[in-house]
Nanobody, 124 residues
Framework: DVQLQASGGGLVQAGGSLRLSCTVS????????VGWFRQAPGKEREGVAC????????DHADSVEGRFTISSDIAKNTVFLQMNRLTPDDTAVYYC?????????????????WGQGTLVTVSS
């Protein structure tokens, strides 16, 4: 079974930083893609960032470009989301998801496997 474990959320003041981790297990190969998504109360799920172990492509949503960075430690099967200069608008439950086909995409339909989410709260 493919499993994803997201962690690292918490409460932070505006302007602060957090690093989320997504540990992936159960894949028999290492060419999958991981995406980070978030969902704020009353809003639709939004793609935040993605990284493909197949071709090294990474992408970030315009709303987080320059503030968030996705990276990977493939030896640890872990993908990170470094979040800097956080604002209250970044408050949401953050989910990581995996695509076994290795496609980096900010659309949730591409992803077959999802983690349980980690809550990020940014106070003003």
């Amino acid at each position: 079974d493919v499993q994803l474990q997201a962690s690292g959320g918490g409460l932070v003041q505006a302007g602060g930083s957090l690093r989320l981790s997504c540990t992936v297990s159960g894949f028999s190969y290492k060419y999958y893609a991981v995406g980070w998504f978030r969902q704020a109360p009353g809003k639709e799920r939004e793609g935040v960032a993605c990284f493909s172990h197949s071709d090294g492509i990474r992408d970030h949503a315009d709303s987080v470009e320059g503030r968030f960075t996705i990276s990977s430690d493939i030896a640890k099967n872990t993908v990170f989301l470094q979040m800097n200069r956080l604002t209250p608008d970044d408050t949401a439950v953050y989910y990581c998801a995996a695509d076994p086909r290795g496609t980096c995409a900010l659309l949730s339909d591409f992803y077959d496997h999802w983690g349980q989410g980690t809550l990020v709260t940014v106070s003003s």
